[in-house]
């Protein structure tokens, strides 16, 4: 059994504000915290990563590099750790192997130290580029197993998942519950087994969207888990990560219990206080409380405030619940896939779509690519009806084999692209440019300006479309969709 004082990762600095305030901390107001999380000795900061880099080029007008350079200025002690989507790096499709390569060997160079690899379908051939590339920049490759619950997801199978994770070369593994779905039981039985069969450290990242993640931890320690993710409130929580100081005070007597100095914590609450505030048009009182709705949903923490936002745009704030409702239908016709980025955006696109349509009367592009095995293999069968949909809307079939293996290099085409704008060729612009093309030159021309807060709306806002009639006197919806952040221009017609 592990006696080892239990290590916490803190997360404030990202998957904090991306869970309960759509991503938008800026730098400036996480710089006067750096230094003091640095002196609290955890074993890691989250820093970078997940929805950030999109947040910082799109809505920041910030360069996510010179944000990272700037943390690990302030923090040169701790870890600093990052979230990556394996195959998708941090976008929301396959990426070639040498912009994966090319991007982990970048943020290696700024300092990154622990690349936290995940596939949104936990197939292992979308993770096996980005490990590689860690192992060469000499830095940590923590594999990740995307806990979810479905008909086809066992204990076992996850287990035999961190098997081969460590088989791969990962220096440790992440079960990811980014739904908070995991229960006290089944955490001890996984994290029990996994450290029984693992030479590697065994950590553990949920969400208390479903009041469950604290007394999950608490049971995780008592399986023998190294490591779990905690948060500062009041970004933490709710779907954020149980706080740092709820967690020491919950495993008090514990022979296990970390000391991380209170005093400072409560100087950090008081700084994040107030940038909660600050932040206040992207927060809600909904991602504040448990809501254990979220058991049937499943959607991740990370995505509910952003989500709540792209609805409001679509004026569907009123259809949340029936939105709510068709997420768990859409994820069993596209195989039971896990709900993390990008599945769990492509499944609740899907979902409004099918609310606003109906079922697959409009058919997003993303969704007939995970039909299509474009982002991998999902862990159960597609609906059949949906696939014959999707083969004859699209004139695919599904294609067999690693989807990478489909891409052809970009790399050098994209620095011959960058030079003939007169824009910097670097591997940093590079990546970037790779994944947020337009974003990227807004801000490296320095015309890309810091979005203005939306002030929070008093009733939904009105949809934006407009209604008209073809030829044959069928009525065609002309409607404006944000999707991932991008909009989309689009006519659905009557069939």
Not at 188 to 200: H, P
Not at 206 to 234: K, N
Not at 243 to 263: A, G, I, Q
Request: some cysteine; charged content about 20%.
């Amino acid at each position: 059994m592990n006696t080892a004082p239990l290590a916490f990762n803190n997360t404030v600095l990202r998957d904090g504000h991306q869970s309960l305030a759509a991503t938008r901390m800026t730098t400036s107001q996480m710089l006067p915290a750096v230094a003091d999380l640095d002196s609290l000795g955890f074993n890691a900061l989250e820093t970078w990563g997940g929805a950030t880099i999109d947040s910082c080029l799109r809505y920041l007008a910030e360069n996510p590099f010179d944000r990272l350079d700037a943390l690990k200025k302030l923090s040169p002690k701790t870890p600093h750790m990052m979230l990556l989507r394996g195959q998708n790096i941090v976008q929301y499709t396959s990426f070639p192997d040498d912009v994966v390569r090319a991007f982990v060997l970048a943020a290696a160079k700024h300092g990154m130290n622990i690349f936290r690899i995940f596939d949104a379908l936990n197939d292992t051939r979308n993770l096996k580029t980005a490990i590689a590339a860690v192992k060469e920049a000499r830095q940590h490759a923590q594999g990740v197993i995307c806990y979810t619950t479905s008909p086809v997801h066992t204990v076992e199978g996850f287990i035999q998942l961190g098997v081969e994770l460590e088989e791969m070369g990962c220096d440790s593994v992440c079960i990811k519950d980014m739904a908070g779905l995991i229960s006290p039981s089944v955490t001890y039985d996984l994290v029990k087994e996994l450290k029984a069969r693992l030479k590697i450290p065994v950590i553990l990242h949920s969400h208390s969207t479903a009041g469950m993640a604290a007394a999950s931890y608490y049971a995780a320690c008592e399986a023998g888990v190294d490591v779990v993710d905690t948060s500062i409130a009041p970004f933490a929580n709710g779907t954020g990560q149980p706080d740092t100081v709820l967690m020491m005070s919950m495993l008090e007597r514990s022979p296990r219990c970390p000391h991380y100095k209170l005093d400072t914590l409560t100087k950090l609450r008081n700084h994040f206080e107030k940038v909660y505030v600050e932040l206040s048009s992207f927060t809600s009182h909904t991602n504040e409380k448990v809501d254990s709705d979220i058991l049937c949903f499943q959607v991740p923490g990370g995505m509910l405030s952003n989500f709540k936002n792209q609805l409001k745009e679509q004026g569907m704030a009123d259809k949340w619940d029936e939105v709510m409702l068709e997420i768990p239908y859409v994820r069993k016709c596209l195989g039971w896939i896990p709900l993390v980025t990008p599945t769990s955006q492509i499944v609740g696109t899907q979902a409004m779509l099918n609310v606003k349509f109906g079922r697959w009367k409009m058919i997003s592009q993303p969704a007939m690519d995970v039909v299509l095995g474009k982002y991998g293999r999902p862990p159960g069968p597609v609906d059949v009806n949906l696939l014959e949909e999707v083969k004859k809307k699209s004139g695919h079939f599904p294609i067999e084999g690693r989807p990478a293996d489909l891409l052809e290099p970009r790399m050098e085409k994209i620095k011959e692209e960058l030079a003939s704008k007169n824009l910097p060729s670097t591997d940093e612009a590079a990546v970037l440019y790779a994944m947020f093309p337009i974003e990227t030159e807004r801000v490296l021309t320095g015309k890309a300006t810091p979005e203005k807060p939306p002030a929070k709306p008093s009733s939904p806002p009105a949809a934006s479309s407009s209604t008209s009639t073809d030829g044959h006197g069928k009525k065609a919806h002309n409607l404006v969709l944000t999707i991932n952040g991008a909009k989309h221009e689009v006519t659905v017609e009557e069939v």
